[in-house]
């Protein structure tokens, strides 16, 4: 059954705004993943968290991965319209980005110019 | 672009059918996984293959079977197609180093099926 609850589940913000967006397990997960999909598109990398507790940049993208190991957050500082698309977390249970990952339902993100 | 492609793009297929999905690593990678998506979800891990061997299994039955070749290329072999088999059906490709530690996964762009 599903193991991560993705919230919020879509967003409609104005373009320059920041975003917040979060994930949360009831299990404890030792890798957390941030990806993007864009519509007819796979999903795309943003940022890896393999550390309780660590807090990662990627430009304008930030996400923490929890002390507990059973959540984290992404924020996307000052959007704009490109940074539209869904955004999934993403886990896996060994210290490492391989094997089995486990999605969130994803949270849709629009951006109005 | 990640270097992973997949085909075909699109493919209707009808209830009871047989289909094969096709997917290319990323030059170095020796690692693949599939994933399905249904529409308005997540992915949802089929299988992995890792030296042309099966080496991980989500929640999928029998029917949904794979292979790897020796360039690192998957198949993706559903058979008994149903309804619910309609989704689009995605590869990732990584590299595991023979110490086990590994790298990204990289997904291609997705095989959309229909089943009607």
């Known amino acids: 059954g599903q193991q991560l609850n993705q919230s919020p589940q879509s967003m409609f913000i104005q373009e320059g705004e920041d975003v917040s967006m979060n994930c949360t397990s009831s299990s404890i997960f030792n890798t957390w993943l941030w990806y993007k999909q864009d519509p007819g598109e796979g999903p795309v990398l943003l940022i890896a968290l393999y550390k309780a507790g660590e807090l990662t940049s990627n430009g304008r993208l930030t996400a923490q991965f929890g002390i507990t190991r059973k959540d984290s957050f992404l924020n996307i500082s000052a959007s704009i319209p490109s940074d539209v698309g869904i955004y999934f977390c993403a886990v896996a249970r060994f210290s490492s980005n391989t094997g089995k990952l486990i999605f969130g339902q994803g949270t849709t993100l629009q951006v109005k110019p | 672009e990640t270097g992973v492609t997949q085909s075909p793009t699109h493919l209707i297929k009808t209830r009871g059918q047989q289909v094969t999905l096709r997917c290319s690593s990323q030059s170095g990678h020796n690692t693949v996984s599939w994933y399905q998506q249904a529409l308005g979800q997540g992915p949802q891990f089929i299988f992995q293959?890792?030296?042309?061997?099966?080496?991980g299994r989500g929640n999928f039955p029998p029917r949904f079977s794979g292979l790897q070749f020796p360039n690192y290329s998957s198949e993706l072999n559903v058979n008994a197609l149903e309804l619910d088999d309609s989704a689009l059906y995605l590869c990732?490709?990584?590299?595991?180093?023979?110490?086990?530690?590994?790298?990204?996964?990289?997904f291609g762009p997705g095989t959309r099926l229909t089943v009607l």
């Open positions: 990732a490709s990584s590299l595991v180093w023979t110490s086990g530690s590994t790298d990204t996964q990289y």
């Open positions: 293959y890792y030296r042309e061997e099966e080496n």
